[in-house]
T-cell receptor, first 116, second 113 residues
Framework: GAGVSQSPSNKVTEKGKDVELRCDPI?????LYWYRQSLGQGLEFLIY????????KSGLPSDRFSAERTGGSVSTLTIQRTQQEDSAVYLC??????????????FGPGTRLTVL | LAKTTQPISMDSYEGQEVNITCSHN???????ITWYQQFPSQGPRFIIQ???TKVTNEVASLFIPADRKSSTLSLPRVSLSDTAVYYC??????????????FGSGTRLQVQP
């Protein structure tokens, strides 16, 4: 079946503008994650959605970052008043957490954000 | 709060076996160990997952000693296409948030011809 998709694949914006990044998870997956990866670095957790529970926002770096997940499926990550340090690849992953094992996360290709 | 420690980089040659060790001294009883592989400009890809002893699939083996404070990903007969960054992640299905989902910098494996 289809994997996780993200759009746009690349986004160039000016400092101070708002951006929206979209993630379409694998159909039926109850959990959705957003990560940020700066050049040459590991993945930085941002936010986690699980079913109808309140999202875990513990990784969001500032109040300029927010995310929502509509209908338990598509998610949008919004960055307001972008700064140059927001430039990174934003990765989305989904998983089926109904099993007893630890998560197996399926990642999308990412959105490369460049803030000029 | 780092849960895992891995070497920053490793070098190997085609056809050799590569072993990458991850330390996780504070692993909890319910934690599983999962390894991911990431190629440039792509999202990470699941490789293997285990809880104890040894797990083997079509691409790798995972060795976990009895105390579970470390694990070793073994890649048999690597090829140039195995050049990637490898991440070790420890947690269980109840884990969420920054503490559980910090991948770290991973191990950059470079395979030479």
């Amino acid at each position: 079946g289809a994997g996780v998709s993200q759009s746009p694949s690349n986004k160039v914006t000016e400092k101070g503008k708002d951006v929206e990044l979209r993630c379409d998870p694998i159909s039926g997956h109850t959990a959705l994650y957003w990560y940020r990866q700066s050049l040459g670095q590991g993945l930085e957790f941002l936010i986690y959605f699980q079913g109808n529970s309140a999202p875990d926002k513990s990784g969001l770096p500032s109040d300029r970052f927010s995310a929502e997940r509509t209908g338990g499926s598509v998610s949008t990550l919004t960055i307001q008043r972008t700064q140059q340090e927001d430039s990174a690849v934003y990765l989305c992953a989904s998983s089926d957490r109904r099993g007893g094992r630890a998560d197996t996360q399926y990642f999308g290709p990412g959105t490369r954000l460049t803030v000029l | 709060l780092a849960k895992t420690t891995q070497p920053i980089s490793m070098d190997s040659y085609e056809g050799q076996e590569v072993n990458i060790t991850c330390s996780h001294n504070n692993i909890a009883t319910n934690d599983y160990i999962t390894w991911y592989q990431q190629f440039p400009s792509q999202g990470p890809r699941f490789i293997i997952q285990g809880y104890k002893t040894k797990v083997t699939n079509e691409v790798a083996s995972l060795f976990i000693p009895a105390d579970r404070k470390s694990s070793t990903l073994s890649l048999p007969r690597v090829s140039l296409s195995d050049t990637a960054v490898y991440y070790c992640l420890v947690g269980d299905r109840r884990d969420t948030g920054r503490r559980a989902l910090t991948f770290g910098s991973g191990t950059r494996l470079q395979v030479q011809p």
